[in-house]
């Protein structure tokens, strides 16, 4: 069964920055690119940021390139996001799966809230 586990969200100030991590299992880790996206009420899921298989590829978002830096550890089968100038607008909830270019399962963990305000 796949599994996502997002946490690392919070209320943090403008200009603040976090670090979010999802811890996966169900599938191998290994072989899969990893991303993750975020979503506001209303709106649909944002893909933010991916990272290729072998982990020296990425892609972000325009909105969040220089700002946002997505990382695995293959061993703890983890993808990480470190966030830092965190604006207003990044206030969303969290969420990661696998694929580069689009989700690749249809399940998605319960993410975790970031919110950004003075």
């Known amino acids: 069964q796949v599994q996502f586990v997002e946490s690392g969200g919070g209320l943090v100030q403008p200009g603040g920055s976090l670090r979010l991590s999802c811890a996966a299992s169900?599938?191998?880790?290994?072989?899969?690119?990893m991303s993750w996206y975020r979503q506001v009420p209303g709106k649909e899921r944002e893909l933010v940021a991916a990272?290729?298989?072998?982990?020296?590829?990425?892609n972000y978002a325009g909105s969040v390139k220089g700002r946002f830096t997505i990382s695995r550890d293959h061993a703890k089968k983890t993808v990480y996001l470190q966030m830092n100038s965190l604006k207003p607008e990044d206030t969303a909830v969290y969420y990661c799966n696998a694929g580069f270019n689009a989700a690749t399962f249809g399940s998605w963990g319960q993410g975790t809230q970031v919110t950004v305000s003075s």
């Open positions: 169900g599938f191998t880790f290994s072989n899969n690119a």
């Open positions: 990272i290729a298989r072998v982990g020296s590829i990425t």
